[in-house]
C-alpha cells in the first residue's frame, strides 16, 4: 500500500528559529494535507494543496505541493513555543475518502 | 459549535470486558472513520462508514466492531477479541469526497486495569 515518510522524526529548536520538515510518498498524490496535533487532543487541519506546485501559507505556516506530487514541505517561520506538537502529512488512499497519515514529525521548542 | 465529540475522554477496561466509544458530529458528514494511535505512532485505520447502514473495515479491524444506525453517530466497541487495547482512539469525519480533509474529535484513551 502506500506509505508516507515525514523527516525528520523529531526536531529541538530555539523559540524564534525556522522549521522545515517533509513528506515523501512511494506514490503520485492528488491532494496533500497538513496536521498538527497536541498532547492528549485530536490532529487538527493546518494546510490543505490540491495542486502540483501550489503553495499556501496560513500565518507562519507555508505548504507547498512538489511538483513531482510524490512530496510536500511544510514550513515554520519564528517558531513559539505554542507551535510544539507532533506535525502529520496526509492523503488519499485508493477510490474512497480514507486517508493514508504519514508517520510524524515531533517539534519540540526551547525558549 | 459545529464539531466531533467523543465520549468518554478516558475509560478503563477490565479483562474480557468490551466497551464502547462514542463519536457523534453535527458537521452534516456523510463518512466517518475510526483510527488507533500508540504513543510515538502515526494513525492506523480501524473501520471507516460512507454512508449510513454502511461500513468498512481498515487495516486493523480484528477485535473491533462498529455500527452506523444515524448519520451523526458511530460507535466504536472494543471486544475482549482485542488483547492490546491500550491505546488513544480518535474518531474523524469527512463529507466524504477523495479530497476532503477529514476533521478529529479530541479522543478517547483506553486503558487495562
Known amino acids: 500500500g502506500q506509505q508516507l515518510n515525514q523527516s525528520p522524526q523529531s526536531m529541538f529548536i530555539q523559540e524564534g528559529e525556522d522549521v522545515s520538515m517533509n513528506c515523501t510518498s512511494s506514490s503520485i498524490f492528488n491532494t496533500w494535507l497538513w496536521y498538527k496535533q497536541d498532547p492528549g487532543e485530536g490532529p487538527v487541519l493546518l494546510i490543505a494543496?490540491?495542486?502540483?506546485?501550489e503553495l499556501t501559507s496560513n500565518g507562519r505556516l507555508t505548504a507547498q505541493f512538489g511538483i513531482t506530487r510524490k512530496d510536500s514541505f511544510l514550513n515554520i517561520s519564528a517558531s513559539i513555543p505554542s507551535d510544539v506538537g507532533i506535525y502529520f502529512c496526509a492523503g488519499p488512499t485508493g477510490t474512497a475518502s480514507k486517508l493514508t497519515f504519514g508517520t510524524g514529525t515531533r517539534l519540540q521548542v526551547t525558549l | 459549535d459545529g464539531g466531533i465529540t467523543q465520549s468518554p475522554k478516558y475509560l478503563f477496561r477490565k479483562e474480557g470486558q468490551n466497551v464502547t466509544l462514542s463519536c457523534e458530529q453535527n458537521l452534516n458528514h456523510d463518512a466517518m472513520y475510526w483510527y488507533r494511535q500508540d504513543p510515538g505512532q502515526g494513525l492506523r485505520l480501524i473501520y471507516y462508514?460512507?454512508?449510513?447502514?454502511?461500513?468498512q473495515k481498515g487495516d486493523i479491524a480484528e477485535g473491533y466492531s462498529v455500527s452506523r444506525e444515524k448519520k451523526e453517530s458511530f460507535p466504536l466497541t472494543v471486544t475482549s477479541a482485542q488483547k492490546n487495547p491500550t491505546a488513544f482512539y480518535l474518531c474523524?469525519?469527512?463529507?466524504?469526497?477523495?479530497?476532503?480533509?477529514?476533521?478529529f474529535g479530541d479522543g478517547t484513551r483506553l486503558s487495562i486495569l
Open positions: 462508514s460512507q454512508i449510513v447502514n454502511d461500513f
Open positions: 494543496l490540491y495542486k502540483a506546485g
Open positions: 474523524a469525519s469527512s463529507r466524504g469526497l477523495q479530497h476532503q480533509p477529514q476533521h
